[in-house]
């Protein structure tokens, strides 16, 4: 039962432009949700984070958009970069267990010249 | 430099023969936890502890034991490799606070035949 989905295993976008992936989930009990990135032969790193209590997050060229009523949530990535280009993982945790992750299947990112 | 570091990096090993993948962090963290990552199932969490002799499971702990003694280290345990167990595996930590995001490890790439 995979209650966070990624439904967009890959995506390529044009350097320059928006590149947005999405995420849903099932559980109303998730309250904190998180991006994360991944390099090949590296772990997955930290990228941005949204708490239930907002629709929006903001950090640079990145911006995670949540919409609980639809139980989605979105990465907005303007102006993409070359160096964009990995795989992102969506998580999910409940109340008080930000460290209790639930994660998504992934969304390879290609950013083209 | 604050890190994960996961031992080995790369395990190729015959079915039925025990391996224990060392992970330590050199944050003081509580937190720690491991996950295996799989094609099209994203990041699934084994079995993690929030502190020195607290483990519990996690999504997938069929077939893993793990062992927290020191704060710092928090060895994966593999009594009896079958090759369902072949996968990517990566130990993570976190002060466990305040949503603090989870740092990840580099991985370990295991193949068991």
């Known amino acids: 039962d995979q209650q966070v989905k990624q439904n967009s295993p890959s995506l390529s976008v044009q350097e320059g432009r928006i590149s947005i992936l999405n995420c849903d989930y099932t559980n109303s009990m998730f309250d904190y949700f998180l991006w994360y990135k991944k390099y090949p032969a590296e772990g997955p790193t930290f990228l941005i984070s949204?708490?239930?209590?907002?629709d929006k997050n903001e950090d640079g060229r990145f911006t995670v958009f949540l919409n609980k009523s639809a139980k989605h949530l979105s990465l907005h990535i303007v102006p993409s970069q070359p160096g964009d280009s990995a795989v992102y993982f969506c998580a999910a945790s409940k109340a008080g267990t930000a460290s209790k992750l639930t994660f998504g299947t992934g969304t390879r990112l290609q950013v083209t010249l | 430099e604050a890190q994960v570091t996961q031992n080995p990096r790369y395990l190729i090993t015959v079915t039925g023969k025990k391996l224990t993948v060392t992970c330590s962090q050199n944050m003081n963290h509580e937190y720690m936890s491991w996950y295996r990552q799989d094609p099209g199932l994203g990041l699934r969490q084994i079995y993690y502890s929030m502190n020195v002799e607290v483990t519990d499971k996690g999504d997938v702990p069929e077939g893993y034991k793990v062992s927290r003694k020191e704060k710092r280290n928090f060895p994966l345990i593999l009594e009896s490799p079958s090759p369902n167990q072949t996968s990517l595996y990566f130990c993570a930590s976190s002060p466990w606070s305040d949503n603090s995001p989870l740092h990840f490890g580099n991985g370990t790439r295991l193949t068991v035949t």
């Open positions: 949204i708490s239930s209590i907002k």
